[in-house]
């Protein structure tokens, strides 16, 4: 009964948000408001089954892992199966409780826009998509699901149907997704050949010795699936599509783009350790993933320096920080993993919660340019507020939870032998923290242009996500106890093993110890402190530079305040001159030239087949009667 | 006296500002800062903003195109502050006065201290005049 109810609230919660879609496309005549209610309250019914059973599940512990299965196809062993251990649970909490905050910020960002059946349909399909992806028992069904994401995600960025712009960006998407999903499939096959008893099953490979179809197979798979997983994870060399699927609605590109759909990659790595243990578990391995996790994050970090655009920016953060939780599950050890699977979650917080600034932004301004923004402290609090606290944590600023993280996969590399990645890793949040610098000042700090004097905080239902997931970021910052026992879990689930010391006072590694409580207190004393010394020494109230002395000097000239100001491509002038020559890499073709010559290829290969199409209905018909005649020589002999 | 008084008089920050000279006081003035003459030696340094002044160095007649301008940069100079003019031209307008373009003389739109007349001034005159600055300081 137990069981069963466990797998009820599982099932349901994958069936709510797709059933939910097909009720939300046929409520086209309802208020904009009332039909993106309804979509959120799906997505709220879904974490709540998924909480129940997390907390079912996480009542014994060693119960783990659990399957739930209901046969399909019993002749090739397929079957429609749920596998639910703490890694799955985990993410799919966090499919599913973004996706209620993103539909709620929908609820108002979408509010002017036409066509949004379609679009609640689509997000509720994605969102049930995701949780059916982390729930998956086997490979075969994870497949579905994960080609079932890439759809809803062309979809959703091509949802400006007459902008051939957000078109081309949801097409690209789709293609290089699909792509690491036609890898998916190679390695599933290759799977299915290597296993004694031909299985796709999770439970079922876990315990597999893969005797069946040797090594090279096994390599096979494993290779297959790392391309998968670079694919779908915007990682080195296949993320171009992320920074133009940011033409998609901004709660979107934060549920899609930040939270979900992009570290299906990172948990297909993640499920390698179950699936394939001790052949993906190896040294040789781990150090592809690392070096493609260490190479993700320098480009990703680099492109986002000298980017205006905010969701742009963004997005190659996006690439930069996945980099590290690739990093992170890629070094083979129960640290390496938490470590990894903590920056996800920590990663859907901030990550999520700067892309929901940025449609505020957008939807106050109207403008996506940090150019154009400039002291709107003042005027949007509560969004100042989010991107502080967000930007500070993804910098790995202490005691916000993107530092416990980002501290945890630097000594998870240190111990795993990997100095070198560290390093790496510390230098790329140097630069993120740079890249942040730029985007807090440009947009909120400074002064205010003429065009924005006027502009307003956003509506309650786009405050409410920003503001829990700001303050999530701090929560799980200060207190990192909570979220790490379940990440703990996971990761030991994965690969056997204690990945640290989880104290109430601080957390103990092999490495080092961080004292959360102690460091938030100290900070915020430091803080206290700070304040003091700036009320109590004499203080010039600031002036508004309206007359003439107060003018920026330009030879004499009166030149109005937009022309001085010091925005956002300022900042990284100097960041581009100095590292001209790798820039130069990027701007005169580089990866372009890769690519194009792999279409190129593919294309004249097409052409060879293309010859078949003639035109001629009676060759078309020929061709036919002829494959008949073959089919049914075959059956006779 | 304080600090930050006993520096301005031990070392004057220079800006020099022509307001349509014909370059003869401007050529004196940057002679005066060879080593030849050398004022650095009274720690006077020409400065590129009038944000790091603390003595202007004026010449020319104050023209039309100049007059706006030159007010600007009188206002964007922080006090305290002295202006020296440079030359007959700042001082009076010189033979240009009363012609087409003429908007001076400078006194007319910004208080001056220190007048050096000259055509151009020597060297040693310009020096003089801003040693006799630097007791209004």
């Given at each position: 009964m137990e069981a069963l109810t466990l797998e009820f609230a599982l099932?349901?919660?994958?069936?709510?948000?797709?059933?939910?879609?097909?009720?939300?496309?046929?409520?086209?005549?309802?208020?904009?408001?009332?039909?993106?209610?309804?979509?959120?309250?799906?997505?709220?019914?879904?974490?709540?089954?998924?909480?129940?059973?997390?907390?079912?599940?996480?009542?014994?512990?060693?119960?783990?892992?659990?399957?739930?299965?209901?046969p399909w196809i019993p002749a090739f062993g397929l079957a429609f199966s749920l596998y639910v251990d703490a890694l799955s649970l985990l993410l799919a909490l966090v499919a599913s409780g973004f996706g209620f905050l993103a539909l709620l910020y929908s609820v108002d960002e979408m509010r002017r826009e036409g066509g949004l059946p379609r679009y609640y349909m689509w997000m509720l399909f994605f969102g049930g998509s995701m949780v059916?992806?982390?729930?998956?028992?086997?490979?075969?069904?994870?497949?579905?699901?994960?080609?079932?994401?890439?759809?809803?995600?062309?979809?959703?960025?091509?949802?400006?149907?007459?902008?051939?712009?957000?078109?081309?960006?949801?097409?690209?998407?789709?293609?290089?997704?699909?792509?690491?999903?036609?890898f998916l499939l190679l390695g599933i096959f290759a799977v299915y050949l290597a296993s004694s008893p031909h299985t796709l099953d999770f439970e079922a490979l876990a315990g597999q010795a893969f005797t069946g179809g040797g090594m090279l197979l096994v390599s096979l798979a494993i290779a297959s699936f790392i391309i998968a997983a670079v694919a779908k994870s915007v990682q080195f060399p296949m993320h171009?599509?992320?920074?133009?699927?940011?033409?998609?609605?901004?709660?979107?590109?934060?549920?899609?783009?930040?939270?979900?759909?992009?570290?299906?990659?990172?948990?297909?790595?993640?499920?390698?350790?179950?699936?394939?243990?001790?052949?993906?578990?190896?040294?040789?391995?781990?150090?592809?993933?690392?070096?493609i996790g260490c190479v993700t994050m320098l480009v990703g970090v680099m492109n986002a320096l000298v980017?205006?655009?905010?969701?742009?920016?963004?997005?190659?953060?996006?690439?930069?920080?996945?980099?590290?939780?690739?990093?992170?599950?890629?070094?083979?050890?129960?640290?390496?993993?938490?470590?990894?699977?903590?920056?996800?979650?920590?990663?859907?917080?901030?990550?999520?919660?700067l892309f929901l600034c940025a449609g505020a932004l957008i939807y106050a301004t109207g403008s996506r340019s940090l150019d154009d923004y400039g002291g709107l402290a003042k005027r949007m609090p509560v969004t100042a507020f989010a991107c502080l606290v967000a930007s500070a944590s993804i910098s790995g600023v202490p005691p916000f939870n993107g530092f416990v993280s980002k501290w945890m996969i630097y000594g998870a590399a240190i111990e795993a032998g990997y100095a070198w990645a560290a390093v790496i890793a510390m230098f790329t949040s140097a630069l993120t923290l740079a890249s942040f610098?730029?985007?807090?000042?440009?947009?909120?700090?400074?002064?205010?242009?003429?065009?924005?004097?006027?502009?307003?905080?956003?509506?309650?239902?786009?405050?409410?996500?920003?503001?829990?997931?700001?303050?999530?970021c701090i929560l799980f910052g200060v207190f990192p106890a909570a979220p790490l026992s379940l990440v703990g879990l996971a990761a030991s689930g994965l690969v056997p093993g204690l990945p640290l010391a989880v104290y109430s006072f601080g957390l103990v590694t092999e490495i080092g110890v961080w004292l959360p409580t102690v460091a938030a207190l100290l900070l915020f004393l430091g803080i206290l402190l700070g304040l003091a010394i700036y009320y109590a020494s004499a203080r010039?109230?600031?002036?508004?530079?309206?007359?003439?002395?107060?003018?920026?000097?330009?030879?004499?000239?009166?030149?109005?305040?937009?022309?001085?100001?010091?925005?956002?491509?300022?900042?990284?002038?100097?960041?581009?001159?100095?590292?001209?020559?790798?820039?130069?890499?990027?701007?005169?073709?580089?990866?372009?030239?890769?690519?194009?010559?792999?279409?190129?290829?593919?294309?004249?290969?097409?052409?060879?087949?293309?010859?078949?199409?003639?035109?001629?209905?009676?060759?078309?018909?020929?061709?036919?009667?002829?494959?008949?005649?073959?089919?049914?020589?075959?059956l006779w002999w | 006296m304080s600090l930050f008084r006993l520096s301005r008089k031990k070392s004057p920050w220079v800006f020099h500002v022509s307001t349509g000279s014909c370059n003869n006081c401007d050529i004196e003035i940057i002679a005066a800062l060879t080593p030849r003459f050398d004022v650095e030696r009274f720690g006077i340094v020409l400065q590129g903003s009038p944000r790091h002044a603390d003595i202007l160095l004026v010449t020319?007649?104050?023209?039309?195109?100049?007059?706006?301008?030159?007010?600007?940069?009188?206002?964007?100079?922080?006090?305290?502050k002295l202006v020296v003019a440079v030359g007959t031209c700042a001082c009076t307008g010189g033979i240009f006065r009363g012609s087409y373009n003429f908007a001076g003389p400078l006194d007319r739109v910004i208080p001056v201290d220190v007048y050096i007349a000259g055509c151009p001034p020597r060297p040693q005159a310009i020096i003089d005049g801003i040693v006799k600055a630097l007791e209004k300081l």
């Open positions: 099932l349901l919660s994958i069936a709510v948000p797709f059933i939910w879609a097909a009720v939300v496309s046929g409520l086209g005549r309802a208020s904009a408001r009332v039909q993106g209610g309804f979509a959120a309250s799906g997505m709220l019914l879904s974490t709540g089954f998924l909480v129940f059973a997390a907390s079912r599940v996480m009542a014994e512990p060693t119960g783990l892992p659990l399957a739930f299965k209901r059916g992806l982390f729930l998956a028992g086997d490979l075969f069904t994870m497949f579905i699901f994960w080609e079932l994401t890439s759809l809803a995600s062309y979809g959703l960025i091509g949802f400006h149907k007459e902008r051939l712009e957000d078109v081309g960006a949801a097409l690209k998407a789709f293609m290089l997704t699909h792509l690491g999903g036609a171009n599509w992320l920074p133009s699927a940011t033409v998609a609605p901004s709660a979107v590109t934060a549920y899609l783009h930040a939270a979900a759909m992009v570290k299906a990659g990172v948990y297909l790595l993640a499920r390698m350790y179950t699936v394939l243990p001790g052949f993906f578990n190896v040294p040789s391995w781990n150090l592809v993933v690392v070096s980017q205006s655009d905010f969701k742009r920016l963004l997005a190659y953060h996006t690439i930069s920080q996945i980099g590290y939780m690739v990093l992170g599950v890629g070094l083979g050890t129960t640290l390496g993993l938490a470590a990894g699977l903590f920056h996800l979650l920590n990663h859907a917080l901030f990550k999520g919660c610098a730029k985007v807090v000042h440009s947009a909120f700090l400074g002064s205010t242009p003429e065009r924005l004097r006027e502009v307003k905080e956003v509506p309650a239902t786009m405050k409410i996500p920003l503001t829990v997931l700001a303050l999530a010039v109230s600031p002036v508004a530079p309206t007359a003439d002395k107060y003018k920026v000097f330009v030879g004499g000239e009166d030149v109005s305040l937009e022309e001085v100001s010091f925005t956002s491509h300022h900042f990284y002038s100097p960041v581009k001159s100095i590292l001209k020559p790798l820039y130069e890499v990027g701007e005169k073709g580089g990866l372009d030239r890769l690519d194009y010559g792999i279409a190129r290829l593919i294309d004249r290969a097409c052409g060879f087949f293309r010859k078949v199409h003639t035109g001629v209905l009676s060759m078309y018909v020929f061709w036919l009667l002829l494959a008949l005649l073959v089919f049914a020589l075959m | 020319g007649i104050l023209n039309r195109q100049t007059l706006e301008r030159a007010k600007r940069v009188y206002a964007q100079t922080p006090d305290p």
